[in-house]
């Protein structure tokens, strides 16, 4: 009967490695909406702490025993223990060829956060290792699944504009998303590849999906022209602190991030300090930041389009702009997410504030215009949960038994992955070298 599953035992068990703030997203999908189909089997991380505070949560919300955890250095005995079919992998990004490589061999298929990898050198491990092995990647861009994102690939697929000849894609971050990337490790470019990795992985496979295309040739541009401690000094301003937390000197920094004031912040970094030796709150205008704020690229893809694409990681507003160009007209995208400071003082502002500004700036917009007919408006479906309503959508096609059909092909696979990342890592040899990539000389793949 409709409504009513025989199901009497979970069809797919999980174990996931890497217990940061990412992880709960996978683990609440298993522990409620999909706990029918699906068992969580072990957690594996460097820190005890983070595990023990997951468990702890596990405990309360799906009232079961204590979840087997096993420090990174055991994930192997994880894997022979708990008999995981799928290894979900939230850990930082210049690892996760370490861990979807080993599952891979040890006979499990794995589901990794964005992006894949962090280098070509990665990448080929894992595309090795997926050919010796015969085990499947998913890659979760969870942007795909927004109803805005899909829109703009439905009006394509429909031919709304002809032949797609040409991109222009602007993302900017306002300073407290923005600024957060330079707290956290993804400021060190050996562990997150820079946000021409770590971000726009996100928005160069809404443009590879939407134009269905893979990059062939990038040049690039880069620098850090806003965050660190020379740029600081240029404007004339002065940090004594290394980190926010317990800083009295940092009290009315508007960039202070206090991991003691919010209880899932110390519970997973700032108790867990002791046995992860990370901090999560270091000095925005610090020393050692080796990614880039300030990023600028050119491609062209396989098919022939161009694409124009830049990200800046300190802007009063955050959200993006892109137009897609083709022999019979455009489309253009505005999307707003949140405009001016959401801290003031060091303090957060009331929801009702930062509401207010977005019904007089923000707003999500799609418009057509047809080469020689009158230009209209598209509806933009309001989504529901994280990002844009996508997470939501993206977990029921990851963790359903049998999801409905997706005629917009948004499950991503090592090769989406690998597409995604190769022009971000393109682009930061570019700016190495002041000259441009070939991306098939990094790692040849797909066929468009």
């Not at 192997?76 to 690892?95: G, L, N, Q």
Request: net charge negative.
């Amino acid at each position: 009967m409709e409504g009513i599953y025989l199901v009497t035992s979970p069809q797919r068990r999980y174990a996931l490695v890497g217990t940061g703030g990412r992880a709960g997203m996978y683990i609440h999908a298993i522990l409620d909406d999909y706990a029918q189909w699906n068992e969580l089997v072990g957690l594996c991380d460097l820190s005890q702490t983070r595990m023990d505070w997951y468990t702890q949560q596990i405990q309360q919300r799906a009232g079961r025993g204590p979840l087997p955890t096993f420090h990174a250095h055991d994930f192997d005995r994880m894997i022979a223990e708990t008999m995981p079919d799928v290894v979900i992998v939230t850990t930082m990004d210049a690892t996760h060829h370490q861990y979807i490589c080993r599952a891979m061999e040890l006979g499990c298929d794995a589901i990794t956060e964005k992006p894949m990898t962090t280098d070509d050198t990665k990448a080929r491990q894992i595309f090795e290792t997926i050919d010796r092995t015969g085990r499947s990647l998913r890659v979760t861009f969870n942007y795909r699944y927004t109803p805005l994102a899909t829109r703009v690939r439905e009006l394509v697929m429909r031919g709304a504009v002809g032949r797609p000849r040409h991109v222009d894609f602007s993302w900017v971050l306002d300073t407290r998303h923005g600024a957060d990337y330079f707290r956290r490790w993804h400021r060190e470019k050996d562990k997150s590849g820079g946000l021409l990795v770590h971000k726009a992985t996100h928005h160069f496979d809404l443009i590879n999906w939407w134009v269905d295309s893979i990059p062939q040739t990038v040049y690039a541009q880069g620098d850090l022209l806003f965050y660190g401690r020379q740029n600081a000094a240029a404007r004339g301003e002065f940090y004594s602190y290394d980190r926010y937390t317990g800083e009295e000197a940092a009290a009315d920094d508007p960039f202070a991030l206090r991991l003691d004031a919010n209880e899932t912040l110390q519970s997973l970094y700032l108790n867990a300090e002791a046995d992860s030796g990370y901090l999560r709150d270091r000095n925005v205008f610090g020393d050692n930041i080796t990614a880039e704020d300030t990023m600028s690229v050119t491609a062209r893809y396989r098919n022939g389009i161009i694409l124009s694409y830049s990200l800046l990681a300190y802007c009063p507003w955050e959200g993006y702009r892109a137009a897609i160009t083709g022999d019979r007209g455009r489309i253009e995208v505005e999307v707003v997410e949140a405009v001016g400071s959401a801290f003031v003082g060091g303090q957060e502002e009331s929801l009702g504030e930062a509401e207010d500004r977005l019904l007089d700036f923000g707003g999500k917009h799609i418009w057509v215009f047809p080469m020689h007919g009158a230009p209209y408006n598209v509806e933009v479906p309001e989504g529901v949960g994280g990002h844009g309503g996508g997470d939501r959508v993206m977990l029921e096609q990851l963790f359903h038994p049998d999801p409905p059909d997706d005629p917009f092909q948004r499950a991503a696979s090592h090769i989406d992955g690998a597409a995604s990342i190769l022009l971000g890592i393109a682009a930061n040899k570019s700016i190495a070298t002041g000259q441009a990539i070939a991306v098939d000389d990094l790692l040849k793949v797909g066929n468009v």
